[in-house]
């Protein structure tokens, strides 16, 4: 008789000390957070901010915040580390989608949205200017149980390069956000199954290579090109973070010229409170 299988143990990502200096001897000294909180008043309550100042970002961009500006917690409105607040919410649907970006600094100019009406309703992107850079943080539709919104996201996918690429032309550009993509195999646990779900379709690891091909670098494997098993994003279901059954979902995307000045990408994957963990840069 069989013996019943033996589990097997995960494979877990143990995220390196930082790097604290560049390829070329910059010394890092920019530090900019990113973080899929999946509701931003559990996610306070969950003590996230703690993380943030143990953390200590000059930026702090969060998304899928799912509250309206004036259901905002004391606790983050607050908060004197981020004297600049900026906040983006739904129009239509309150508790949906949302993303805000908290900065040390004051930018030069903030924006909202793409610029496009189809695409802004929803809260998802803030744009601002710094002195040397533009910094994007991106809450990108998901294409739904079913595909029912890839149709959509093919659209949104394409109108976002454009926006980017001209923002590019002015100054470089870092974004960072939940892009809702696994570009390659190595960034989930289950590539084989997840062919036909968002996040993983044909369609949307296409778009993502697009936005590549026009210049700009997936920082985290630009450093780390062999790297499985970083993810970011583990479904509350089946235990599935402890498992690390995750996708890489969050990253940091920047312009080629901003490469020499790149010191570390993280994935900072035993931060709790949302089923995503924050990554930060260091620049």
């Not at 949906?96 to 970006?101: E, I, L, P, T």
């Not at 803030?126 to 539709?141: C, D, G, H, Q, R």
């Not at 394409?158 to 195999?185: I, M, T, W």
Request: glycine content about 6%; overall charge negative; charged content about 25%.
């Amino acid at each position: 008789k069989k013996s019943a299988k033996e589990p097997e143990a995960p494979v877990l990502y143990d995220d390196p000390p930082d790097r604290l200096t560049s390829k070329n001897s910059h010394q890092a000294s920019l530090r900019i957070t990113s973080w899929n909180v999946d509701g931003l008043r559990a996610w306070v309550k969950k003590k996230g901010l703690e993380w943030v100042r143990e953390e200590a970002p000059d930026v702090l961009c969060l998304q899928e915040t799912k509250c309206a500006e004036k259901s905002l917690p004391a606790e983050i409105t607050d908060m004197p580390e981020f004297p600049h607040k900026y906040w983006a919410g739904s129009e239509e649907k309150e508790g949906y989608s949302g993303v805000a970006m908290l900065c040390k600094t004051e930018p030069l100019n903030v924006t909202y949205g793409i610029g496009m009406e189809e695409h802004d309703k929803e809260g998802r992107v803030i744009t601002a200017e710094f002195p040397s850079f533009f910094l994007v943080t991106a809450y990108v539709p998901n294409s739904g149980r079913g595909l029912v919104r890839l149709a959509y996201r093919q659209t949104w996918d394409a109108d976002f390069r454009s926006y980017l690429s001209g923002l590019e032309q002015r100054k470089p550009l870092v974004l960072c956000g939940d892009l809702n993509v696994a570009h390659e195999e190595i960034d989930l646990r289950n590539p084989k199954t997840n062919r036909k779900n968002a996040g993983f379709t044909a369609e949307e690891r296409q778009g993502f290579g697009e936005l590549l091909k026009e210049g700009f670098v997936d920082s985290f494997r630009y450093l780390y090109p062999e790297q499985a098993h970083a993810y970011t994003f583990w479904t509350y279901m089946m235990n599935s973070r402890a498992k690390n059954v995750g996708w890489r979902l969050d990253y940091f995307v920047l312009s080629k010229s901003l490469l020499p000045n790149l010191c570390d990408s993280k994935i900072r994957n035993t931060a709790m409170g949302s089923d995503h963990c924050p990554i930060t840069l260091l620049l």
